[in-house]
Nanobody, 115 residues
């Protein structure tokens, strides 16, 4: 069983920054792709960013230039650095990994951007 635990969410003012962390219960060195998704109230879950173990990244258009995904395989952790946060970034953020075709999800961490 793979467990993912997110942390780092919270309340931040517009223009502020947060760094989300997601620690995996197994070694991430062999996991091809790790990613972050988010779900705002009343909306579908959407992809925010992904990172392969080869270093290839993908980002939702609206977060390009503001968010950065990274991973530390020595710590079995993937990060999402979020800068210049906007109210529309408010959502529950979920960590995701795919192992042998099976999706695993964390329980999510709330990010609220509000003045």
């Amino acid at each position: 069983q793979v467990q993912l635990v997110e942390s780092g969410g919270g309340l931040v003012q517009p223009g502020g920054s947060l760094r989300l962390s997601c620690t995996c219960s197994r070694s991430t060195s062999s996991i091809y792709r790790m990613g972050w998704y988010r779900q705002a109230p009343g909306k579908q879950r959407e992809l925010v960013a992904t990172l392969t173990n080869g270093g290839t990244t993908t980002y939702k258009d609206s977060v390009k230039g503001r968010f950065t995904i990274s991973r530390d395989n020595a710590k079995n952790t993937v990060y999402l650095q979020m800068n210049s946060l906007k109210p529309e970034d408010t959502a529950v953020y979920y960590c995701n990994v795919v192992i042998f075709g099976v999706d695993y999800w964390g329980r999510g961490t709330q990010v609220t951007v509000s003045s």
